[in-house]
């Protein structure tokens, strides 16, 4: 009804998804150790891009900013052709999130530099690994938030800590420094009337009382209604006009009420499965930078499943993080199978046993 075509998003998703696999292939057959070479130009113009849009954010919603739109009230999007610019066949207008973008270059630009500086290169640009780390996550999340987008950094902030930690740097000034960004986090979400909603929406479990405790509800009777072994495929009520976000951030709801708790239960051993192979890659790769990237792009992964999962079952406030290679959103799929593509490419170029 919206777009014309009952096949949209299939069309689009097939289009992203043979996109996403040529960079796995090129990224696949690309040494890692090269990465670092390309990981700072990358952070810099993903910083560009994330300021773009911490400007338009500053600014009021009704501003019409043709390639950083304003959707949901959030500033989260760069589109290279905007209208009037003529559709790319297929793919159409063509645009990305910055913010899918920086969790892919934060984990490359900080192995690099931490690497450098753990194995005390000349080329190290600071001597410091946690002042490194902290400038790093800090201006990245920083500008994320101003979107704003508070899970993205969240995310960010934990991808820095989790290759930090790995690094082998000394843990003392980050474990100074978590309760200082946990207590400024809490000051942004209370001074937040929105993200306060989704809290007490988590909390107290009223029907109807905000929209935060209507996502929440229709997916707790999304999976609900799926039971054991679920509606079957495609007989799913809820994707119509009652659960938001089906296709994106809900998808593991719609998943629960087609294929039950089965189904559920094995997406949730693949994708654990798949995090421990992308661990273990971790564990044999010859050298520092390979091993934090590789426990970064897993962590990545790994880490923004659990949160989709906990917000769809209400273990968490409801924030909207979608399931790598799984929901739909062509930024997502891209960076998820360069981020595949690099990790498969350090297993290849590793050699211990």
């Known amino acids: 009804n919206l777009y014309g075509d009952p096949y949209r998003f299939v069309i689009l998703q097939v289009a992203w998804v043979v996109v996403g696999l040529v960079f796995f292939y090129i990224f696949y057959n690309l040494d890692y150790r090269s990465l670092t070479r390309i990981s700072r130009s990358l952070f810099l113009f993903n910083l560009v891009a994330l300021a773009i849009l911490a400007i338009a954010g500053a600014m009021?919603?009704?501003?019409?900013i043709p390639f950083a739109p304003c959707v949901n009230g959030a500033n989260r999007w760069l589109y290279v052709n905007p209208p009037p610019l003529p559709p790319v066949p297929f793919l159409g207008v063509l645009g990305f999130q910055p913010g899918e973008l920086a969790k892919l270059s934060i984990i490359l630009y900080l192995a690099s530099q931490l690497s450098?500086?753990?194995?005390?290169?000349?080329?190290?640009?600071?001597?410091?690994?946690?002042?490194?780390?902290?400038?790093?996550?800090?201006?990245?999340?920083?500008?994320?938030?101003?979107?704003?987008?508070?899970?993205?950094?969240?995310?960010?902030?934990?991808?820095?800590?989790?290759?930090?930690?790995?690094?082998?740097?000394?843990?003392?000034?980050?474990?100074?420094?978590?309760?200082?960004?946990?207590?400024?986090?809490?000051?942004?979400?209370?001074?937040?009337?929105?993200?306060?909603?989704?809290?007490?929406?988590?909390?107290?479990?009223?029907?109807?009382?905000?929209?935060?405790?209507?996502?929440v509800q229709q997916a707790l009777v999304a999976l609900g209604s799926g039971g054991f072994f679920g509606v079957g495929f495609g007989q799913s009520k809820q994707k119509y006009q009652y659960l938001p976000e089906v296709a994106s951030d809900s998808i593991f709801a719609i998943i629960g009420e087609e294929f039950g708790f089965m189904g559920t239960a094995g997406v949730i051993f693949a994708y654990s499965y798949f995090i421990y192979k992308g661990?273990?890659?971790?564990?044999?790769?010859?050298?520092?930078?390979?091993?934090?990237?590789?426990?970064?792009?897993?962590?990545?992964?790994?880490?923004?499943?659990?949160?989709?999962?906990?917000?769809?079952?209400?273990?968490?406030?409801?924030?909207?993080?979608?399931?790598?290679?799984?929901?739909?959103?062509?930024?997502?799929?891209?960076?998820?199978?360069?981020?595949?593509?690099?990790?498969?490419?350090?297993?290849?170029?590793?050699?211990?046993?």
């Not at 009021?60 to 019409?64: L, N």
């Not at 309760?179 to 809290?199: C, T």
């Not at 990237?293 to 924030?319: C, D, E, H, R, Y």
């Open 279 to 353: 661990f273990s890659i971790a564990k044999k790769s010859e050298d520092l930078f390979g091993r934090l990237v590789a426990i970064g792009i897993s962590s990545w992964l790994g880490i923004q499943f659990f949160i989709n999962i906990a917000s769809m079952t209400k273990l968490i406030p409801m924030t909207g993080v979608p399931i790598p290679l799984i929901s739909y959103g062509g930024s997502s799929m891209l960076f998820s199978l360069i981020g595949l593509g690099i990790l498969a490419n350090i297993q290849k170029n590793s050699t211990l046993e």
């Open 116 to 215: 450098l500086i753990m194995n005390k290169h000349k080329d190290a640009k600071d001597k410091n690994p946690f002042q490194t780390y902290l400038k790093i996550t800090a201006l990245t999340a920083s500008l994320i938030i101003l979107q704003p987008n508070m899970s993205t950094a969240a995310m960010i902030f934990v991808l820095g800590t989790v290759v930090y930690f790995v690094s082998g740097a000394p843990l003392k000034p980050v474990l100074i420094t978590i309760p200082i960004v946990l207590a400024l986090g809490i000051l942004v979400v209370v001074s937040s009337p929105y993200r306060m909603a989704r809290i007490k929406a988590m909390l107290s479990g009223d029907r109807g009382a905000s929209e935060s405790s209507y996502h």
């Open 60 to 64: 009021p919603c009704s501003t019409k």
